[in-house]
């Protein structure tokens, strides 16, 4: 009974496939034919691993890792200076990161959907705010000032001092 339904799902695909370009007829029929399974990632690592290689998979890690570190960032600046606001962003940015990390192991809804740019917003916002609180602790170490909450006086700025070690640029004395 079954052969005789694939035959018959096969003729079809052969007849349609006179009227319209092949891809489109055997898309239109696999949709139709009981014996079309369709297929998705398992993950969202893998989906991304699918549709960009693993060159790209290495690309969306290091982002991954970036804007959680990111995030861990923004939440330890606000316990140490004590604003609340700057707590709940960077508990909530770290929060729905593990939360992608820890769905896009069973689905990969969020990867090439719609839904994807809410993703991508989550990671500016968490890359954005993580960048400027680099900003201000490289403003308040070159104009003297120190952050009471560093526990350096070169804390997060020995990455953007020049060649002589100052973390001041020349163009900023």
């Given at each position: 009974?079954?052969?005789?339904?694939?035959?018959?799902?096969?003729?079809?695909?052969?007849?349609?496939?006179?009227?319209?370009?092949?891809?489109?007829?055997?898309?239109?029929?696999?949709?139709?034919?009981?014996?079309?399974?369709?297929?998705?990632?398992?993950?969202?690592?893998?989906?991304?691993?699918?549709?960009?290689?693993?060159?790209?998979?290495?690309?969306?890690?290091?982002?991954?890792?970036?804007?959680?570190?990111?995030?861990?960032?923004?939440?330890?600046?606000?316990?140490?200076?004590?604003?609340?606001w700057l707590v709940g962003l960077g508990a909530g940015l770290l929060c729905s990161q593990v939360a992608l990390v820890i769905h896009g192991l069973t689905d990969a809804v969020t990867w090439g959907t719609r839904p994807a740019v809410v993703v991508w917003a989550v990671w500016g916002v968490a890359m954005a705010t993580g960048n400027q609180l680099i900003a201000k602790q490289a403003v308040l170490e070159c104009s003297g000032q120190r952050d009471p909450a560093s526990k350096t006086s070169r804390g997060l700025t020995r990455m953007h001092a020049d060649q002589k070690g100052n973390p001041c640029s020349s163009a900023e004395r």
């Open positions: 009974m079954r052969l005789a339904e694939l035959a018959a799902d096969l003729g079809r695909v052969a007849s349609s496939a006179r009227h319209a370009t092949g891809s489109e007829a055997v898309a239109a029929l696999l949709e139709e034919s009981q014996y079309f399974i369709e297929w998705a990632a398992a993950g969202a690592p893998v989906e991304v691993a699918e549709e960009l290689g693993l060159p790209g998979l290495v690309a969306w890690l290091v982002l991954l890792l970036l804007v959680i570190l990111a995030s861990w960032r923004v939440y330890r600046q606000g316990q140490r200076v004590g604003d609340r």
